[in-house]
């Protein structure tokens, strides 16, 4: 069956430019979640959506970042006015409900460098 | 609030030898504990979880992880490497029903050697 799908898997942006990052998840998976992975460090939580209803948006870095995902299926995280500090993978997560020890299933990532 | 600490940033270790990579979690509630693998340009693949039943836990690939609440530790083991082994290792804490704040560690990096 079909895993997480992300796309683009690379992206290279200008300082200042605008992306738009694309997360497929699995199918009838209720749970979405937005992961920033700089280089050598573990992943860290940035928004949580069940269907379409952001629950949690606590580790999105700046007001620069959001995140939708208006049919509780895609979503698509914005990233306004890059910075090179933003340069990271992007992972997406999916889950059938959510709850406790559930498993979450990670798509491959989106390798963002801002020049 | 939860966290976890990978003790060591890099472990390497021959071909055939055992696998040890150590996971400590601090945790306010009774935490679910995981263990995920990275392969260079791949996803992160789950290898195991614990979720409060046996503390003993088998994964995929040979891995099996013990969760030791007196020690806080959630060690991950596999009595003897593969050359395919070599691949970055993610500790993961989780709390409790209805928090889906996920915590990784800094990751493990496994080299095997031949």
């Known amino acids: 069956g079909a895993g997480v799908s992300q796309s683009p898997r690379y992206k290279v942006a200008k300082r200042g430019q605008d992306v738009a990052l694309r997360c497929d998840p699995i199918?009838?998976?209720?749970?979405l979640f937005w992961y920033q992975q700089a280089l050598g460090q573990g992943p860290e939580f940035l928004t949580y959506f069940q269907n379409e209803a952001q629950l949690d948006k606590s580790g999105l870095p700046s007001d620069r970042f959001f995140a939708e995902r208006p049919e509780g299926s895609v979503s698509t995280l914005k990233i306004q006015r890059t910075q090179q500090e933003d340069s990271a993978v992007y992972l997406c997560a999916s889950s059938l409900v959510g709850e406790g020890g559930e498993t979450q299933y990670f798509g491959p990532g989106t390798r963002l460098l801002v020049l | 609030a939860q966290s976890v600490t990978q003790l060591d940033s890099h472990v390497s270790v021959s071909e055939g030898t055992p696998v040890l990579l150590r996971c400590n979690y601090s945790s306010s509630y009774s935490p679910s504990l995981f263990w995920y693998v990275q392969h260079p340009n791949k996803g992160l693949q789950l290898l195991l979880k614990?979720?409060?039943?046996?503390?003993l836990v088998k994964g995929i690939n040979g891995f099996e992880a013990e969760f030791k609440k007196s020690e806080t530790s959630f060690h991950l083991t596999k009595p003897s490497a593969h050359m395919s082994d070599a691949a970055e290792y993610f500790c993961v804490v989780k709390g409790g029903l209805g928090n889906n704040d996920m915590r990784f560690g800094a990751g493990t990096r496994l080299t095997v050697k031949p």
């Open positions: 614990y979720t409060s039943a046996a503390t």
């Open positions: 199918s009838g998976h209720v749970s």
